[in-house]
């Protein structure tokens, strides 16, 4: 049997996507295994849930350092783990262009919102500001811009007249933990490929 792909983990916060992923490989449901989780906070609620789970998870200081001096250091990290594939769960920086060189279409991303609406901070808020009736989640490749690169899937929750961001970013967060999970199956699945902006099942 193949040995099963390498997951690196970067987080910066609450990890609730990361734990879905997690409990997603021991539930089977995917067939992968996380090499590591990165956080650049030290306080960061899913580097202790990683610790916990066993696995290997470190901080990598962020604050007061260049964007490239940290990046090489995350880079170096992820390369001495073999991962497979990079899946930012949550991590509150931007990464260098090197960095999105260093893994080509090998990273990923989850948004709150249906991209290309509503990127950036606050998404559930803006979407809500905005009058949108329909919202969601959106699993992407990262290239250099922020929650730009081409789309894996997205799923849509509606936006309710009683909703405040709060309830509705709870009822997105749900859809995020089960998208992710199928992102990452049909990524290391080799079925699809990126043509353009388009991800495609490979014919
Ligand atoms: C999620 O809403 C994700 O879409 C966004 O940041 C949030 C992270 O939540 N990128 P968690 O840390 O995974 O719980």
């Known amino acids: 049997m193949a040995p099963s792909k390498k997951i690196g983990i970067l987080l910066s916060g609450r990890g609730s ?21 990165i956080s650049n906070k030290a306080d960061a609620p899913g580097l202790e849930s990683a610790l916990r789970r066993g696995l290997t998870a470190l901080f990598i200081l962020s604050k007061g350092r260049t964007r490239e001096d940290h990046d090489a250091e995350v880079i170096a990290t992820l390369k001495h783990a073999q991962v ?6 949550g991590y509150m920086r931007l990464l260098s262009p090197e960095f999105v060189r260093a893994f080509p279409h090998r990273i990923l991303n989850i948004h709150p919102s249906l991209l290309p609406a509503f990127p950036g901070l606050d998404a559930q808020k803006q979407a809500l500001d905005y009058g949108a009736k329909v919202s969601g989640c959106t699993v992407h490749f990262v290239d250099e811009h922020l929650d730009h690169g081409p789309i894996i899937l997205q799923k849509t929750v509606p936006v ?44």
Do not use: M, P, W
């Open 17 to 37: 996507n990361f734990e879905a992923i997690a409990d997603s490989i021991a539930a089977k449901r995917l067939t992968a295994e996380i090499a590591i989780v």
């Open 84 to 89: 497979d594939l990079v899946c930012l769960a």
């Open 160 to 203: 309710l007249e009683t909703d405040d961001e709060h309830s509705l970013a709870k009822r997105i967060l749900e859809q995020e933990h089960i998208a992710y999970t199928e992102a990452i199956g049909l990524v290391l699945s080799g079925e699809i490929e990126i043509q353009g902006r388009k991800v495609v099942r490979k014919k």
